[in-house]
């Protein structure tokens, strides 16, 4: 199993920063990519941006390109999601998650962190 817990969210100004935090525990090497998702209220799950566990490519929605910088610390087992310039459409609860292997759903959910933008 894999266990997976964020923090780092918070309430911001629209314009700042925040950085969130994924840290990844338990069955690792069993990690493809790690990718964080959001769900505002009353809306679906959306994908924001991902890594593959090695690192070499990332990915973004198109709402948060040129905003958001995913990456990881491969001694801390940790993926990070910089954000900056945060607009108050970016409030949502932030997850992230695992992909055991290419073509395949994202599991092992953390439980979520917060991040409010406020205008």
């Known amino acids: 199993q894999v266990q997976l817990v964020e923090s780092g969210g918070g309430l911001v100004q629209a314009g700042g920063s925040l950085r969130l935090s994924c840290a990844a525990s338990?069955?690792?090497?069993?990690?493809?990519?790690v990718a964080w998702f959001r769900q505002a209220p009353g809306k679906e799950r959306e994908f924001v941006a991902g890594?593959?566990?090695?690192?070499?490519?990332?990915y973004y929605a198109d709402s948060v390109k040129g905003r958001f910088t995913v990456s990881r610390d491969n001694a801390k087992n940790t993926v990070y999601l910089q954000m900056n310039s945060l607009k108050p459409e970016d409030t949502a609860l932030y997850y992230c998650?695992?992909?055991?292997?290419?073509?395949?759903?994202?599991?092992?959910w953390g439980q979520g962190t917060q991040v409010t933008v406020s205008s």
């Open positions: 998650a695992r992909q055991e292997r290419v073509n395949v759903n994202f599991d092992s």
């Open positions: 338990g069955r690792t090497f069993s990690i493809y990519a």
């Open positions: 890594l593959t566990w090695n690192g070499d490519t990332t």
